[in-house]
């Protein structure tokens, strides 16, 4: 299963937008890359999904370039409740995947 | 349309007891995934259970074991518990078909062993 880096903590303000960026060098090509939000004592929530070039729902964008190596999740215009940790994973599915420390945004006034 | 349940949402147990947690799955899934989420850790994956069977399973000992319901419920057991087990235990549900197999996450069981 291939591994994913991300920052392991950014800081923002309301009304930003806040990109982050996860690295998966060697991805598969049968993966796809989630993204997954989580706060504190509750379980994560489904952000988006993408296998290549951009994804756009109404919470999120997600940014994958050609080589897929990496993804960037972008939230336009953050705001308090956007302060959560948010995981990248990368996978054919959804069986054992690997979870790593996420990345923590806080959102500031 | 009711998402992910578990049972119960808190617990204490100490050293040595058995527990077992439940877990419904959201409606029209049929494939339940269970994890382990350390205080400030990840998600680790324990196993996960598709037509009443385990399919995969994580690095975790056989105290650790479940079951698969016709309905698609489940159920975690985990024997001679440790300090160490204590943590948030999350259960995820999902579709198996394609791909991009999303997971739906219940809020968790909290579990505190003295």
């Known amino acids: 299963l291939a591994k994913t880096t991300q920052p392991i903590s950014m800081d923002s303000y309301e009304g930003q937008e806040v990109n982050i960026t996860c690295s998966h060098n060697?991805?598969?090509?049968?993966?796809?890359i989630t993204w997954y939000q989580q706060f504190p004592s509750q379980g994560p929530r489904f952000i988006i999904q993408?296998?290549?070039?951009?994804v756009t729902n109404e919470v999120a964008s997600l940014f994958i370039p050609a080589d897929r190596k990496s993804s960037t999740l972008s939230l336009p215009r953050v705001s308090l409740s956007d302060t959560a940790v948010y995981y990248c994973?990368?996978?054919?599915?959804?069986?054992?995947?690997?979870w790593g420390l996420g990345t923590s945004l806080a959102v500031n006034p | 349309d009711a998402g992910v349940t578990q049972s119960p949402t808190h617990l204490i147990k100490t050293r040595g007891q058995q527990v077992t947690l439940r877990c419904s799955p959201k409606?029209?899934?049929?494939?339940v995934s269970w994890y382990q989420q350390a205080l400030g850790q990840g998600p680790q994956f324990i196993f996960q259970?598709?037509?009443?069977?385990?399919?995969q399973r994580g690095n975790f000992p056989d105290r650790f074991s479940g079951h698969q319901f016709p309905n698609y419920s489940s159920e975690l057991n985990v024997n001679a518990l440790l300090l160490g087990d204590s943590a948030l235990y999350l259960c995820?549900?999902?579709?198996?078909?394609?791909?991009?197999?999303?997971?739906?996450f219940g809020s968790g069981t909290q579990l505190s062993v003295l």
């Open positions: 994973l990368v996978a054919p599915g959804n069986r054992k995947l690997i």
């Open positions: 060697n991805i598969a090509t049968n993966d796809y």
């Open positions: 993408g296998y290549k070039t951009k």
């Open positions: 409606s029209g899934h049929d494939t």
């Open positions: 259970y598709y037509e009443e069977e385990e399919r």
């Open positions: 995820a549900s999902s579709s198996t078909g394609g791909g991009d197999e999303k997971l739906f």
